[in-house]
């Protein structure tokens, strides 16, 4: 029996436990006994926060069980492979430098109280989900195992259990026989483990029809006892199939569905064209975009293809603007400086790949037309992507000119005329300042009266944060107003 | 001339042709010294009067001769470094130490080399090691040596030294090419220069008609095309948008980069726990952090499906938070675009079949390599309608991968939170010998649609891959840096070509794939030819035709008309070849058409009774050779090589044409359509192109394209010594048949 004391309710609340007696362990069993359960502890019990199994030596302990949470200095044992006792606080700084142990700590280091078990005569088990006491340690000598798993998920501890003892029942001296455990709490008794065994109900003709082939039910049963699915047709011709406690994946139908596929073979299937008609149909801005492309490769500049992604200096000091002046999605948790924002224009990466390609021959001409990313609090989730053309001029003199006629020939292409009297009527140009250009080397781009975008000569410090040398005139517009 | 280091090109043009029409006889190298001009110069004279055709002949000699390194021109001014030590050594001896450093770079060398010439010693009695002289004079042999060759006075020093400087690294060898220049047949001491372009006065002036001009060198490249190019990964993206289109698949908008948890994970029944929701593998959102306007009955459903279960479902069995499904990421597959858009199409008030693509950004909080970068272009497939099946979920994606040029496929077992049946898609990768993961696809699951509010028996299946890793298999890319981001090679760029997404394979296999399709069309026109000789009453045996005429005891009867200009020599090969197996009569007539015959006369002297093979060539006024066999014209000479060939294959085993290898066969082919082309002066240097890597044109045996160059060889009467060689060799295997 394990009991639960109310106190662990805060940091892991459930236990589960069951016995295996009579176990022979092998070099080869015992090493599948230990990966096994890393296994459940990675991936099922996401590594360990779930769950996390503690095996023992039942002959070298005695029950009943307690499952408990004591102040960290309070819990005082020989741990797995030591020879001295250390407090659990101990224990903690003594695991920050091990690299197998070290990524569960957080799990419980910063709460006010640790889960531990004891066994009736107060010898520490385990300390969950961190590490197990040297005492109750397996060996190859065993016999009688003692497995008890801690969970903040129970569904989860309960497949942990479940998965553990239907594996290695069949090493006990009566094969497939497990032994079960109370765990009393809060004044009920609970008997692990559960071993549930579920049938469910399909037809044959469902099963035809999702997976497209032609099956009779005794065919699909068939199928599914190949699948070791024990499956029985009735006299309605209906399929009794009884799931297994070591099948805790089936959890619809269509998990059976797919038992019966995998079994006929996915590669025996019929592969046949479904009769749904539609018409296609581009999306307006992505058919735009390429249509653009095209005809700015005309025009003499080649396409660019830079990331999304970038550092904060890259849209900000680089470029000569403040970081929180700027309306970038930032990234909670990069691993490198190179993914800290969603880029807000399109400009840095161009530089970038100009820097990348100094020795080419001049001058370099280069446009990129795709996403930039911004932070815009009308939308559903605070933020949109906004469709951008930005091209650089790069060579021994700014070559202002050259963008420029790279703007008109877009605006020709687009349909925008000049507009002479600076009206809404079209596109013109006017003076601005931005921190990025050269001063009185800037404009902004007006087009049915909205501001689109800029162009100009960049500013010296610009071009020297992107490590270049060299006059560079650069454009950045919006395209999305002439979709 | 005042000066003739003035002079141009052209003007040593004419000077070296004023004097050889003196001397018959000159040397570059000698005419150089004379006029005290680099030679060099002279060299580009003879080159350019060498491209007016036969005006003069060259020969190219060798002169070897030794110069001194830079090493050898120092040790020429200073002295030899062993010299310049023992110099460095006082009559009273100084410190080993002292005497490295002040020496510097050639200390080490000298020192040795002093040693071994007994110049000095070491002592070491004192401790630190103390160098002395050992003789009280030497002599710098070595510096002297190289003081003369400097001077060009090389045969002074002894062989065998020489070989010892070259080992130390004072001297080299160098190799002076020089031209001994002779009359051509066309020579002629006054030449005008060529103009190189038509201009607009030519035209004019109508000048053009009486100037030639000076032959385009075709084996130089042109200029380069200016203009942009796009990047090649989007070219490849067109392509795959373009396959989706033409399958009827629309574009979803997926230009959303940031998304919220609910719709990248819990709309998709991936559950709170899964590990891809781990922020190891997931770029979470600090600002804006958060999503909350999500459609409220559909979240709860989504909540109850995830927790406690429905839809004939189990659920998960865990406690389902709004919290975390409200945190804001960058979405780590466009798998949620189709969520929305499939929620959008659950919510119309009549279903409608969809077919629905994209293909845009991802993002994966990964460990970056070679293959793996933080952000990557998915491609995504969905179809959603009433009675959709597994089947048809292979069937699309094989028509899809098909399209591709992708043909071998195989479907595995796979496990994915959304869909079930899962499948990795595998395809056969010939060049790795294996099969390789291409993609990934399956039925979403119902707990994923369903509480969309999707009406029950719509089954939704959906595919994905993604786009760089064909592209880098496609062009050969190791590193995902090469083709992504700023670092790409904009040369690369440039150079990339145009994206054929189905055309794949070698250079070699694409340029078999032209031969075979240019003999599938000399095939069909054959059979055409044939067929209109069958309408016209003319019997013909076989597809290959005329050249399997079955007649007993009369083989052939030909009658060959040739202008007297351009004998064909080729006859006369095949001739001999023939005589060899058949009884062949052959006569030469000259028609009124044309004054005299050609310089090659065709007899035996086999009587046109007897003969199995009777040909008949006739000089006339015709501009190609024309074959006449039973009312029938072959025109070209290479066709009457090919048809004489097919008889002697055929019959007579003769190996010259199609009994020997196809891919020999398309080679002799290719060949005969260059030589066919070609003119006098491409003759002569295409032929000598093939030949450096073999005996032969085509193969390592003589065949008919062998035959034909040598014919149009003779009537060029091109002769250049490797031109002469391969005749010879021909004629003699010839001989040998």
């Given amino acids: 029996r394990l009991e639960v004391d109310p106190s662990v309710s805060s940091v892991r609340p459930f236990v589960v436990g069951a016995v295996l007696r009579g176990v022979t362990f092998t070099k080869a069993r015992y090493d599948s006994f230990i990966d096994l359960q890393d296994k459940l502890h990675q991936n099922l019990a996401r590594k360990r926060t779930l769950a996390s199994v503690g095996t023992h030596d039942l002959d070298t302990i005695k029950g009943p069980f307690k499952y408990m949470a004591k102040p960290p200095g309070d819990i005082k044992f020989i741990p797995l492979n030591q020879t001295k006792q250390f407090t659990s606080a101990e224990l903690m700084e003594l695991y920050s430098t091990d690299s197998h142990l070290k990524p569960y700590l957080p799990i419980i280091r910063d709460s006010p109280v640790y889960p531990v078990i004891y066994d009736a005569n107060g010898v520490v088990l385990s300390l969950p989900p961190i590490i197990n006491g040297e005492h109750s340690k397996i060996t190859l000598k065993t016999k009688n195992v003692f497995i008890e798993c801690t969970c903040t998920d129970l569904t989860k501890g309960k497949i942990v259990l479940d998965t553990l003892v239907t594996m290695f029942s069949q090493y006990c001296t009566k094969p497939f026989i497990i032994e079960p455990v109370e765990t009393l709490i809060n004044g009920k008794v609970e008997v692990y483990p559960s071993l549930k065994y579920r049938t469910e109900t399909i037809k044959a003709e469902a099963v035809s029809n999702l997976v497209g082939v032609d099956q009779r039910p005794a065919q699909v049963a068939d199928l599914l006892s190949k699948m070791c699915l024990e499956s029985k047709v009735n006299k309605d011709e209906t399929i009794t199939v009884t799931i297994p406690p070591t099948r805790h994946d089936v959890i619809h139908p269509c998990d059976i569905y797919e038992d019966v596929a995998i079994a006929y073979g996915y590669n025996n299937i019929e592969k046949t064209t479904p009769k749904t008609l539609t018409v296609a149909q581009q999306l307006p801005i992505n058919k735009l975009t390429d249509q653009l492309r095209e005809a700015v490769a005309q025009s003499g500049f080649t396409e660019a293809l830079t990331f999304s992604l970038c550092s904060r200096d890259d849209v900000g000091a680089k470029m000569r603007k403040k970081i929180e002046n700027i309306p970038a999605v930032h990234i909670a948790n990069p691993k490198t400086l190179e993914f800290q924002v969603a880029r807000t224009a399109l400009l840095p990466g161009l530089l970038k790949t100009v820097q990348a390609n100094r020795k080419m021959p001049l001058p370099l001409k280069l446009f990129e037309i795709s996403d930039v990313v911004l932070k815009d609090l009308g939308t559903e989730v605070g933020a949109r992507n906004e469709r951008h053309l930005a091209a650089v001029f790069y060579n021994k003199t700014p070559g202002f000119e050259i963008i420029h006629g790279l703007l008109d020939r877009v605006m020709q292409l687009l349909e925008v005329p000049l507009s002479a009297d600076k009206s809404s009527s079209g596109y013109f140009l006017r003076t601005s300042t931005d921190e990025s250009y050269f001063p009185g080397r800037a404009a902004e781009i007006v087009a049915y009266g909205q501001v689109i975008g800029r162009l100009g000569v960049l500013h010296p410090e610009v071009i020297t944060g992107f490590e270049l040398n060299l006059p560079c005139s650069g454009l950045e517009i919006n395209i999305e107003p002439f979709l | ?737």
């Fill in chain 2, 1 to 737: 001339f005042t000066s003739l280091r003035e002079c141009k090109m052209q003007d040593f043009g004419s000077l070296i042709l004023e004097e050889l029409d003196k001397a018959n006889q000159l040397d570059s190298l000698k005419f150089a010294q004379r006029h005290e001009v680099d030679e060099q110069k002279i060299v580009g004279a003879i080159k350019s009067l060498e491209s007016l055709g036969d005006v003069i002949q060259t020969k190219i000699y060798q002169v070897k001769s030794w110069q001194l390194t830079a090493e050898g021109k120092e040790v020429a001014a200073n002295g030899s470094h062993e010299y310049r030590v023992y110099s460095a050594v006082p009559d009273s001896g100084i410190q080993q130490s002292k005497l490295m450093s002040s020496c510097g770079a050639f200390g080490k060398v000298g020192f040795s080399k002093a040693m071994s010439a007994g110049w000095i010693k070491i002592d070491k009695s004192q401790g630190a090691p103390v160098v002395m002289k050992l003789v009280e004079s030497a002599s710098d042999t070595v510096g002297e040596h190289m003081v003369l060759i400097q001077k060009g006075e090389s045969e002074k020093v002894d062989a065998k030294l020489k070989g010892e400087y070259k080992k130390r690294k004072l001297l080299e060898e160098v190799v002076d090419k020089h031209y001994t220049i002779n009359k051509g047949t066309n020579f002629r001491t006054k030449i005008e220069k060529a103009p190189t372009e038509l201009t607009a006065d030519m035209i004019a002036s109508g000048t053009w008609k009486t100037t030639s001009l000076k032959p385009y060198n075709l084996d130089a490249l042109g200029v380069e095309t200016g203009g942009g190019c796009l990047h090649p990964l989007l070219k490849v993206r067109a392509e795959y948008r373009q396959i989706f289109l033409e399958m009827g698949f629309s574009e979803m908008r997926t230009n959303n980069f940031v998304e919220s948890s609910f719709w990248n994970f819990d709309a998709l029944f991936q559950p709170q726990q899964h590990p891809a929701r781990d922020a190891h593998d997931t770029f979470f959102i600090s600002d804006p952090a958060t999503s909350d306007r999500f459609p409220k009955d559909y979240l709860e459903r989504v909540k109850k499906v995830h927790s406690v279960g429905g839809f004939d479902s189990q659920g998960y069995g865990y406690d389902w938070k709004i919290e975390e499904a409200s945190k804001n990421l960058l979405r780590t597959h466009t798998t949620a675009v189709s969520a929305r858009m499939l929620y959008r199409a659950a919510q119309a008030p009549q279903f409608v079949p969809q077919k629905l693509f994209s293909i845009d950004r991802v993002f994966r909080n990964e460990t970056l390599d070679a293959t793996h970068l933080a952000e990557f272009h998915q491609i995504e497939g969905v179809v959603a309608d009433y009675g959709i099946t597994l089947g048809h979920c292979i069937g699309v994606i094989n028509t899809f991968f098909t399209k591709l040029g992708i043909e071998k496929l195989r479907f595995k077992p796979a496990y994915n939170p959304y869909t079930e049946p899962s499948m990795e898609i595998f395809s056969y990768h010939e060049g790795l010998g294996k099969w390789v993961e291409i993609g990934n696809s399956g039925m979403f699951r119902p707990e994923m649609l369903l509480p969309m509010g999707l009406p029950e028996g719509v089954n939704c299946i959906g595919f994905g891959l993604s786009l760089e890793r064909p592209t880098m298999i496609k062009y050969k890319i190791d590193n995902i840096r090469d083709l992504v981001g700023h670092k790409v090679n904009l040369e690369m760029v440039k150079r990339n070509p145009i994206c054929r997404i189905d055309k794949s394979g070698t250079g070699e296999e694409r340029r078999l794939q032209v031969l075979n399709r240019r003999w599938a069309n000399i095939e069909s026109k054959l059979s055409c030819i044939q067929k209109q000789m069958e309408v016209m009453g003319i019997s013909t045996a076989t597809a290959h035709g005329m050249a399997a005429d079955s007649s007993d005891g009369n083989l052939m009867d030909v009658v060959i008309k040739v202008h007297p200009d351009k004998p064909p020599y080729s006859l006369q090969l095949l001739l001999n070849v023939l005589k060899k197996r058949f009884k062949v009569a052959a006569s030469t007539h000259t028609h009124s058409s044309v004054k005299s015959a050609g310089s090659l006369v065709l007899s035996s002297d086999e009587s046109r009774i007897t003969a199995d093979v009777k040909i008949t060539l006739i000089y006339s006024n015709v501009t190609r050779p024309t074959m006449i066999v039973k009312n029938a014209q072959i025109q070209g000479e290479e066709n009457i090589v090919r048809y004489l060939a097919r008889i002697l294959d055929s019959r007579g085993g003769g190996n010259l044409y199609e009994s020997l290898d196809s891919k020999v066969v398309a080679q002799i082919d290719n060949i005969l359509d260059r030589l066919t082309d070609a003119s006098k002066h491409s003759v002569s240097t295409l032929i000598p192109g093939i030949l450096t890597k073999s005996k032969y044109l085509a193969g390592n045996r003589v065949t008919i394209a062998d035959i034909l160059a040598y014919s149009l060889c003779k009537q060029a009467a091109v002769s250049n010594s490797s031109i002469k060689d391969w005749s010879k060799r021909v004629e003699d295997a010839i001989a040998k048949m």
